[in-house]
């Protein structure tokens, strides 16, 4: 998906510079395309916060480990913007929250991890959900465990608040 997004940027900033300046000033056309990246008038079709997936299931039941409290699953990459940006919202709901919710990170950072992340899954009853969402860095995907059901899935967005109203619900019902 990104690449498609950077290859379709990379042509429009060609297309508007004209392809003469590209073949005499390379420089000038990469110039072009950075600030065409940096605008914040060019929207980013990976930037969005919501998901509908929320009211959709995991796939399957959730492990006997995960039962009795909502679950966060948070599917992270170490070269993730989005997951940076997210991270310190996390890091606060997981203080918050200790003893009250399941945190879970998948980690799809390289190939290694990827497969520990795909194990992990599996012996959580998240095999559907990581095969679905293995692709959806920087997502927290909040879990009612009883149901298996999406409560809320967020893509990077550090909206704290967001959160907190989901599982402040999610533990009342409990």
């Not at 990469?30 to 008038?41: I, R």
Request: hydrophobic fraction near 40%.
């Amino acid at each position: 998906m990104k690449i498609n997004y950077l290859a379709t940027l990379a042509a429009i900033a060609i297309l508007s510079t004209g392809a003469a300046t590209v073949a005499t000033h390379p420089q000038t056309a990469l110039k072009v395309l950075s600030a065409a990246l940096e605008s914040k008038a060019m929207a980013n079709p990976c930037a969005s916060k919501t998901n509908p997936c929320a009211g959709k299931t995991v796939g399957g039941p959730l492990s006997k480990s995960l039962q009795g409290k909502p679950v966060v699953i948070d599917v992270y990459a170490s070269w993730c913007p989005a997951c940076k940006n997210i991270a310190p919202t996390l890091s606060q709901l997981k203080q918050q929250y200790a003893g009250k919710v399941h945190f879970v990170v998948l980690d799809v950072s390289d190939k290694a991890s990827t497969a520990k992340s795909e194990a992990k899954a599996k012996e959580l009853g998240l095999s559907k959900f990581f095969e679905a969402n293995k692709t959806q860095t920087g997502s927290l995907t909040i879990v009612d465990p009883k149901t298996g059901k999406i409560l809320a899935q967020e893509r990077n967005n550090p909206d704290k608040k967001v959160y907190s109203k989901v599982l402040d619900q999610a533990i009342a019902k409990k």
